[in-house]
């Protein structure tokens, strides 16, 4: 893992959260870790290739990252404030089966 990408990964992780990439790049400079924005962007998108972490995005189009748990996991995601809450995989895709079933579908995608 390059220097960039270790500062990127450390930084998002004290975020707490969910962040944008302007977001991290600020508390980079803040922590006195000079970067560039676009070396940050970089980072993210090769991160999360790399599935490290979770991408999602709001209503404006502006993507959020977050370090990604592990397992199988879904998001619920407020429209309104932005907080998000994570749901195991397994949960959501019995619920899902179980609609499925009752509804007469014999295979559907999981979105």
């Known amino acids: 893992m390059s220097k960039s990408l270790t500062a990127v990964i450390t930084t998002l992780e004290r975020a707490g959260g ?3 990439a302007q977001e991290v790049f600020q508390l980079m400079r803040k922590q006195g ?3 560039g924005l676009a070396t940050v962007y970089r980072a993210l998108q090769k991160a999360a290739t790399e599935n490290t972490v ?3 995005r709001k ?3 502006e993507a959020l ?3 990604c748990a592990t397992g199988h996991h879904h ?3 407020c429209t309104s404030c932005g907080k998000t809450v994570e ?3 397994s949960a959501v895709e019995k619920w899902a089966n179980t609609v ?3 509804n007469g579908f014999k295979k559907f995608p999981m979105l």
């Open 18 to 20: 969910f962040a944008s």
């Open 33 to 35: 870790k000079p970067t």
């Open 54 to 56: 979770d991408v999602i």
């Open 59 to 61: 209503d404006d189009g």
């Open 65 to 67: 990252y977050r370090l």
């Open 75 to 77: 998001h619920l995601v």
């Open 87 to 89: 749901v195991e995989g």
């Open 100 to 102: 499925a079933k009752n």
